[in-house]
Structures are given as C-alpha cells and as structure tokens.
C-alpha cells in the first residue's frame, strides 16, 4: 500500500475540518472504523485533500452509489493504468479505476436505470435547450452522447432533422436507431488530421451542440477540457449555440453547507486545477465501475470559455435533485448557453453580482 506522505495543515483549517482528516493513514482508518455511519468503501488519496461523496459528490446519490472518497491528486499520471498501479488502494476491492470509455462500456446495461434516478433534472435540461433553439436550426451534435435517446429528444422537440451522435464507447450507441450517425471518436481527438479525413462532410458546421450531464468532466486536464470547447466552437454555425452543463462544486443542495465552505476556502488557500477531481462510481450487478470525473467552478468555466473563443450568453442554476431554476448559484448544477465571440468582443461575460464573485 502506497504511502501517504504527512502534510500539515494551518491551525485555522485544522479548526474547520474533521479530525478524520488529520495526515496520517492509521488515524484514518481508525475514525473511519469508529463511524458507523460512513460507507463502508474508502477511497485514500496520495495527497491530503477534501471529502467526496458519491458519483459526483453528492449526498442525494442511492445508498449503492455512496462512496467516502479522500480525493486523489495524480492527474499527473497519464495512463489510466499507471494511475491503477500507482494508486491501488484507492479502488475498493470489487472495482478497478477504469478509463471513461471503458467504464461506459461496462455501464451500457445499466444506464437508462442510473439516469432514471435523475429524471427530473435530466429532462428540465433538455426543456431549457429547447426553449433556447435558435429559429431555423436544423442540425445537432451530441458530444458524449451515451446511448443517444437525450439528443434524440432535444432534435424531436426543437425539430432538428440532422442528428450527430459523437460517442466512444459502442456498448452505449447499440441501442440507438440504425440509421443514426455516430461519430465513435473521444471528443479530445475531435482535431485530429485522421477524423478530419473520416468525416462525411468536410467543413460541417452545426445549429446546435450540446455536451451534457458533466461529460466535459471526463476530459483532462484542464488544457485539454479548454482545447476541446475551442474545436467545439469551431463546429457552430454563424448563429449556433453550445450548451454544456456542469456539476457545480459549490452546490449547497448537494454538499451541504460546511463542506462547500470548506471547499471554498481550500480553493482559496491551496487553489488549483486538481482541485475538483474526484471519482466517479456505480453498482453494475454484481462489481462497481469507477472512472476519473471534475466538478466545477464557475471561475473554471469562464476562464475557458475565453480561452476558447467562447463568448457565455447564459448561464443557469438547476437543481440537481428536483430540475427546478434556482436563483442562487450556490443551489444546483450550472447549465450553460455559449456562442463564438467575434473580434474585438469580450470571450465571455462579465458578472458583477457578489455571488459570482464568492463563485471562483
């Protein structure tokens, strides 16, 4: 078993946090052999840093998806199986950390059940693209589109005829309809010379894109994620939009109150990109899937939205557990609406409420 480097901490954090996350593997175990009421599955990271909870961190996930996570900072780590070999005891014994393509694989009959249990959001999602079509659009592409029945809504309720469904993994594509055309390529090689001489239409531009329920927090590291908005805003037409939406780190809905401060004051004192990573994990009959995933600020996605060329029309707060608009920031996921940013035009737009200024 690796072992965890001692990394002290302030004396005014040490006050704010749980003394279960003192440094130190053997303290460690033994808070968390104390608290019964904890999950019984543990992930310990390399390096001390925030709890999560769940899929993405949130305390509303079922019971068989809630997971402690101490979150692992080795992004640095390029393949998925250096960070499994690296990083073993990370992972509970009935799961391995997998790559995203390969965890979708595995996840693919258990999909529609999993998004079920997030019916209401999902769908509130898709009502707010709808009502934000462009008149006229008529094409849409679908960035980690899954097993494609979300896209394939939006196109039916915005009256697109011209669906693209980009998406990696086969097992989730199988169910969609034959005559769908599937892009089977990660968005990160969306620039890649090889796809550009693939593809049908050379040049294709689209009305709408859209790349939802965190898929952008898939793609690392940061550069790669900015890399990826910026090919994606390259493939919208003069009027077309691009809706991505987010799991907002500082979710008070889902966090609670004092982790979300918590976590507000650590990207403060200790900021960085690695902040937001966490583990994503499943039940999938019989063993768990797991796989790396982000959860995001809204400083992060304004910083690459600009990066990229991207100019933010909207930006949205719903909530995780009901669909239902929120006013503050601090109550949901964050939904948002982007366009290309022509010269001389700001990349993205400036915010001066004090809740977006505490929103790094």
């Not at 001692?6 to 440094?23: A, G, M």
């Not at 960070?83 to 005891?89: E, L, T, Y």
């Not at 304004?302 to 920031?329: N, P």
């Amino acid at each position: 078993m690796m072992q965890i480097d001692r990394v002290e901490k302030p004396r005014w954090l040490q006050l704010l946090l749980p003394t279960c996350l003192s440094p130190g593997m053997g303290l460690i175990n033994r808070k968390l052999g104390q608290a019964s009421c904890l999950p019984s599955k543990v992930f310990i990271g390399a390096s001390w840093c925030p709890l999560e909870f769940g899929t993405s961190g949130t305390k509303e996930n079922n019971e068989n998806e809630r997971t402690l996570i101490i979150q692992p900072q080795f992004s640095h780590v390029k393949s998925v199986s250096a960070r499994n070999a690296a990083s073993p005891h990370m992972l509970h014994r009935s799961s391995q950390l997998l790559d995203p393509v390969d965890a979708y694989n595995r996840l693919a009959p258990f999909y529609s059940e999993i998004a079920n249990t997030r019916k209401k959001y999902l769908e509130s999602i898709e009502r707010l693209i709808i009502a934000r079509t462009p008149s006229g659009s008529r094409s849409l592409l679908d960035v980690g589109a899954g097993d494609g029945t979300r896209a394939l809504r939006i196109a039916a309720g915005a009256g697109l005829d011209d669906v693209v469904l980009l998406e990696p993994s086969q097992n989730m594509v199988r169910s969609c309809p034959a005559a769908t055309e599937v892009w089977p390529i990660r968005a990160e090689e969306l620039d890649s010379d090889g796809f550009a001489a693939r593809r049908a239409r050379p040049g294709r531009k689209f009305d709408l894109i859209i790349c939802l329920w965190n898929v952008l927090g898939h793609i690392r590291p940061a550069a790669t994620r900015t890399q990826v908005l910026g090919e994606l805003g390259g493939l919208l037409s003069s009027q077309g939009l691009l809706f991505v939406d987010v799991n907002h780190r500082y979710n008070i809905r889902s966090y609670g109150l004092c982790k979300t401060f918590g976590r507000f004051i650590y990207d403060q004192f200790s900021p960085g990109e690695a902040n937001g990573d966490v583990i994503a994990s499943w039940n999938c009959g019989i063993s768990r899937c797991a796989t790396y995933g982000h959860v995001f600020t809204h400083q992060e996605i304004r910083k690459s939205a600009a990066a990229s060329h991207l100019k933010v029309e909207e930006r949205l707060v719903v909530g995780y557990d009901c669909g239902i608009l929120r006013k503050s920031s601090f109550e949901g996921n964050l939904l948002y609406v982007f366009r290309r940013s022509h010269s001389g035009e700001q990349s993205s737009n400036e915010d001066h409420s004090p809740e977006l200024k505490l929103t790094t």
